[in-house]
């Protein structure tokens, strides 16, 4: 059964407040090599059959706003 | 002279829905809550009424970005109807969860006329849920939700969310706002400057906090207008006198216009 994997993250050109706390904390467990992170979203879709463009449809129409959002569709399984 | 009708549309998750009913109707509005089935299933019809309001909340669990399912549902049904509802210069309201729902519905600001998604209100840059009084300043009087303010007056209203960084698609949504003055509403300190964090609660691009469209037909704004429509309901009614809230005369002007026109 084909299933999608579709990540959904903030354009680089868009500040990741979620990201900033993020590696805030992991300075203060004492990480200091943390430069940046960027944090997403990744939805894993069972199908009973199905396309990588479907999976762009999903994208479009529902789980990424274009204005600040970037989505990537990958298929697999069989 | 007929009472306009206004339909507070819901579903799962949204909330104030009661509040924005009984701000209609002290208003003068004949108001009633529909859920959002009722229009997909064409049990009722948009254009039975004068006003739509789409409350705050957190539609359908806030999932995937806030606004983004019920707006999907709108769109997949309802959105001509809702095009024609504006373009007629019926009225449509969106506080908060509202807002964000007509900012992915092209809905505002739509400086193309395509009703396509321009803008996207953002996580807060402070990565918080912000839930407090803020001060905004009335930019533009012009908007049907703000014909009882004065242009420069400074309202104290509640707001409540975790995504409402205002950001455009590019540089020239963001010019075409200001230079039609669409950004109606914007977020300043207690003198009426434009300030940043916590003034601006969010990190929106230039403190925009509402905008209308260019007809002045269509609001969205992050702060909760309907949540102070009473003197009793604001945060400091036992030390600031009596008369009444802050929200009362967004009601009040859209509800005249309506009796007016309609």
């Known amino acids: 059964m084909p299933f999608l994997k579709i990540t959904v993250t903030l354009k680089k050109s868009v500040e990741d407040a979620e990201g900033q706390s993020v590696v805030k904390a992991l300075k203060l467990l004492g990480y200091e090599n943390i430069k940046d992170v960027r944090t997403g979203k990744v939805y894993f879709i069972e199908l009973e059959n199905g396309s990588i463009e479907e999976g762009r449809e999903f994208c479009s129409k529902l789980l990424s706003n274009p204005v600040i959002n970037e989505c990537k569709v990958e298929l697999d399984g069989n | ?262």
Not at chain 2, 75 to 93: Q, T
Not at chain 2, 186 to 192: A, D, K
Request: charged share 25%; proline share 3%.
């Open chain 2, 1 to 262: 002279m007929k009472n306009p009708r206004a339909a507070v549309m819901t579903m799962e998750g949204t909330n104030n829905e009661m509040e924005a009913y009984l701000s209609l109707i002290h208003a003068g509005a004949n108001a009633e809550i529909v859920h959002i089935k009722k229009f997909e299933n064409s049990e009722k019809k948009l254009g039975d009424y004068d006003l739509l309001f789409l409350p705050g909340g957190f539609s359908a669990g806030d999932y995937i970005r806030a606004g983004a399912i019920m707006a999907a549902r709108i769109k997949a049904k309802l959105i001509r109807d809702i095009e024609s509802f504006v373009d007629d210069g019926r009225l449509v309201m969106g506080p908060c969860n509202g807002f964000q729902i007509l900012i992915e519905l092209g809905l505002l600001p739509n400086t193309e006329g395509k009703w396509e998604t321009e803008a996207a209100l953002a996580q807060n840059i402070s990565n918080r849920f912000e839930a407090r009084t803020i001060y905004v300043k009335v930019n533009n009087n012009k908007c049907v939700f703000l014909k009882k303010f004065r242009e420069g007056e400074i309202l104290k209203l509640p707001i409540a969310h975790m995504e409402g960084r205002f950001i455009t698609r590019d540089e020239r949504v963001l010019n075409e706002i200001l230079t039609r003055r669409m950004n109606v509403l914007s977020y300043v300190n207690r003198e009426g400057k434009e300030s940043g964090y916590p003034w601006n609660p969010n990190g929106s691009m230039m403190n925009i906090a509402g905008l209308c469209n260019e007809k002045g037909n269509v609001l969205g704004l992050m702060p909760h207008p309907e949540r102070v429509f009473y003197k009793v309901t604001e945060s400091d009614w036992t030390r600031n006198g009596t008369g009444e809230g802050m929200g009362y005369r967004f009601f009040l002007s859209a509800v005249e216009h309506m009796k007016e026109k309609f």
